[in-house]
């Protein structure tokens, strides 16, 4: 078990460009969600995975934001046409069984300058 | 949809002091009740969880107890130490994705 791994750590991009992040859960984990967190408030839900597919959505994820799991084993989460209120920390975490809790990555932080 | 209404800190306390964190939700149903910490510096860990009412999640000393009839799942702990110092979230899980709704988490920082 090699917890999950985000990349990558930082990234600093100027507005309008897209940006990818990665995300590799537990091996064993068929689900996976992205949370977004700005600074100094809790994470906030953003897309779920179960295996391959793509379950749910938040209101949150805008038409510029997509998020892939194609084989149900690593993910991406892509930002197009970045802006400033895009700047946060973003989260992957994958569970087996989620009522046991999830376990985080450490995250991607997005600066858009 | 959910919600997490957690105590407000900074919360600061001396070496060995008694901690409370309050953290009440509402939600529809019976959700899956945690408290994940967070270190400075670190992501997120899981720290504690209850699945059922009147359940007690624990770890590290730290104990939290589903309360259905004030929806209700405070933290505490004893005898806090210098390490326990990090930011604290209440959490609930529910729907078919089982996602987590955050509160807006409290700094705890404990003073040796």
């Known amino acids: 078990d090699t917890g999950v791994s985000q990349d990558p750590r930082h990234k600093i991009t100027k507005r309008g460009q897209n940006v990818t992040f990665r995300c590799d859960p537990i091996?064993?984990?068929?689900?996976l969600y992205w949370y977004r967190q700005t600074l100094g408030q809790g994470p906030e839900f953003l897309t779920y995975?179960?295996?391959?597919?793509?379950?749910?959505k938040s209101r949150l994820l805008s038409d510029r934001f997509s998020a892939e799991r194609p084989k149900g084993s690593f993910s991406t989460l892509e930002i197009q046409r970045t802006e400033q209120g895009d700047s946060a920390m973003y989260l992957c975490?994958?569970?087996?069984?989620?009522?046991?809790?999830?376990?985080f990555g450490s995250g991607t932080r997005l600066t858009v300058v | 949809g959910n919600s997490v209404t957690q105590m407000e800190g900074p919360v600061t306390l001396s070496e060995e002091a008694f901690l409370t964190i309050n953290c009440t939700y509402t939600?529809?149903?019976?959700?899956?009740l945690f408290w994940y910490v967070q270190y400075p510096g670190e992501g997120l860990q899981l720290l504690l969880k209850?699945?059922?009412?009147?359940d007690k999640g624990s770890n590290k000393g730290f104990e939290a107890t589903y309360r259905k009839e004030t929806t209700s799942f405070h933290l505490e702990k004893g005898s806090v130490q210098v390490s326990d110092s990090a930011v604290y979230f209440c959490?609930?899980?529910?729907?078919?994705?089982?996602?987590?709704?955050f509160g807006s988490g409290t700094q705890l920082t404990v003073l040796p």
């Open positions: 209850a699945t059922k009412a009147d």
């Open positions: 959490a609930p899980a529910q729907g078919s994705a089982r996602q987590l709704t």
């Open positions: 975490a994958s569970s087996l069984e989620a009522q046991y809790g999830y376990t």
């Open positions: 091996s064993e984990h068929n689900r």
């Open positions: 939600a529809t149903g019976y959700p899956s």
């Open positions: 995975f179960q295996n391959e597919a793509q379950l749910e």
